[in-house]
């Protein structure tokens, strides 16, 4: 996943499973501070 890469971190498949709109997105990289 695209995200993975820009922020260095990765994403659960369970997890990317519910990301389907930006808004998703942003709250997932917001809610783990691992995240660049």
């Known amino acids: 996943m695209a995200l993975e890469e ?3 971190f990765e ?3 369970n ?3 519910k990301i389907s709109t930006i808004s998703h997105a942003v709250e997932f990289i ?3 501070p691992q995240a660049k």
Do not use: V
């Open 30 to 32: 917001a809610s783990h």
């Open 15 to 17: 997890e990317a499973d």
């Open 11 to 13: 994403i659960p498949d």
């Open 6 to 8: 820009e922020f260095g």
